[in-house]
């Protein structure tokens, strides 16, 4: 059975749903490792939850409700076969920015905005999949996002140290926290400071000495680094056991107190217009972010294994989740780079991993809860500040510098304004300057002047290479397709070097690179090629591509060329040079 385009309806369930395209051969073996990875990713799994809701201003529950409902979805829409949904802390952070404009924390009305801010970011991305818009993304340029994370890191890192003082304090930006943190001061508590930078110190030390450790005891690498990533749940455990051993609820240090079992009741949450409209924006910036992290973390792990994952199915896949994660009293949820990578490692061969996953954090939501009464924020804090410390990458701006002066401004002001102004300015700052850095580009091609390399029929760059030119003919190659945004920096240019040389007869635009011309474009080329005729001077064209020539034939361009279209440059060239005179003045 097939479509009006073709397209029968096998094709059409295989492409929206992924999971039927390896369900139906999964094996015993590939049950094995999944479930494996699921045990090892879920330990992880559980106090990144907890501690990603806290970071996003909401109860510890909701990072465990978050965990659940999205997995399963992704892993019947998502492309990535590896790839881990859940909270991650950039996502966290923004939505606390968010949800802050709009209810106060620990009350229902932040809860709901929580719920409604997830599906509106579900609705965009899979809105985006339906239209198969997924190359929007590539408008996004990856140093600048980078640049965005990098602060976001930061910003996350300080938000986390009032816990880790034991005392309060709020804001948005890196100024707000720090003006928080000092007019608060006086009031911090020893013991959290030495509880929690205990927890630091732990994580940071289990991220390579003790992988040492159990290599002593025969273990492989590999099978170390993966135990190694259960860390958070020896810490978690330790300082449960102290907290309530040592009655520290009673010393001043702060706990996460009950947590009520059960799973997320499934419900629509209440949508009013005038939240819609203020959560619109971040939930569009929030998506936007998720999307790309995910997609790279995604290609990253497919590539290892020579699976690609599709780009439009994966806004599918992300905007499931999060429409998962609103109807199951979550937030909103993306691609997790550090747990992708360990469900990776530990060989995970299909998205049952991140079902079987989602079933062990449901258990934990139902037995556990009462066991993390005890649990200390101060804990939740340092685990947080020590997984943001990945995400901080100055060598971006050393790397770009290096490469390329306009994207290490883009990338430093990306940075300077999120630090300054807080994440909804700073992702604001950074998707104008991604669009800025492909205007600016675009309207400046490279163009050079080409001349033949004697003994061949190869042309090259006259400022390059020791090439041959004449004064009656100009070789221009334009490295770039040609489109209003660029078109009036080639007539400029040709201008000017037809100004600066009296003797010039010919100008050839060699077409090589060009693989469109836009309609701005074709009336410049129309200008040129009449201002140049009135010049005494023919325009020519070489190396045409087939999709350019047919459009100009169409158009009727070619009929009113002054000039002739040559198969290649070499022929345009010999040709010309024995014959120096022009066209004739009109």
Known sequence: MTGGTGVTLGELVRRYLPISSWLPSYSGGALRRDLLAAVVVTVMLIPQSLAYALLAGLPAEVGLYASIAPLIAYAVFGSSRTLSVGPVAVASLMSAAALGQV???????????????????????????????????????????????????????????????????????????????????????????????????????????????????????????????????????????????????????????????????????????????????????????????????????????????????????????????????????????????????????????????????ALAAMFLTPFLYYLPKATLAATIIVAVLSLVDFSILKKTWRYSPSDFFAVLVTIVVTLLFGVEIGVTCGVLASIVLFLYRTSKPHIAEVGLVEGTEHFRNVERHQVLTMPQILSIRVDESLMFSNAAFLEERIYRDVAATPELRHVILMCSAINEIDWSALETLESINEQLKEAGICLHLSEVKGPVMDALQRCGFLAEISGKIFFTQYQAFTELRENFSGCAHS
Do not use: C
Request: net charge neutral; aromatic share 6%.
């Open 103 to 361: 209810a106060a924390q620990g009350t229902a009305d932040y809860l709901l905005a929580a719920a409604v801010l997830a599906l509106l970011s579900g609705g965009f991305l899979a809105l985006l999949g339906v239209l198969r818009l997924g190359f929007l993304a590539n408008f996004l340029s990856h140093p600048v996002i980078s640049g965005f994370i990098t602060a976001s890191g930061i910003l996350i890192a300080f938000s986390q140290l009032k816990h880790l003082l034991g005392i309060s304090a709020s804001g948005e930006s890196l100024p707000e926290l720090m003006h928080g943190m000092v007019q608060n001061l006086a009031a911090w508590n020893p013991i959290t400071l030495a509880l929690g930078t205990a927890v630091v110190l732990f994580l940071v030390w289990a991220r390579s000495g003790a992988v040492k450790l159990l290599q002593r005891f025969s273990l492989p690498k590999d099978t170390a680094s993966l135990i190694v990533k259960a860390a958070p749940v020896v810490g978690v455990l330790a300082t449960i056991v102290l907290a309530s051993g040592l009655d520290l609820e009673g010393k001043g240090v702060q706990l996460v107190g009950a947590i009520p079992s059960g799973l997320p009741q499934l419900q629509w949450p209440h949508l009013s217009w005038a939240l819609v409209e203020q959560l619109a924006l971040p939930a569009v910036m929030i998506s936007v972010i998720g999307y790309v992290e995910s997609v790279s973390v995604g290609k990253t792990l497919g590539a290892k294994r020579r699976q690609k994952i599709d780009m439009n199915q994966e806004l599918i896949g992300l905007g499931s989740a999060n429409l998962a994660s609103g109807i199951s009293g979550g937030f909103p949820v993306t691609g997790g780079f550090s747990r992708s990578v360990v469900n990776f490692d530990a060989g995970a061969e299909t998205q049952l991993a991140s079902v079987f996953t989602a079933i062990g954090i």
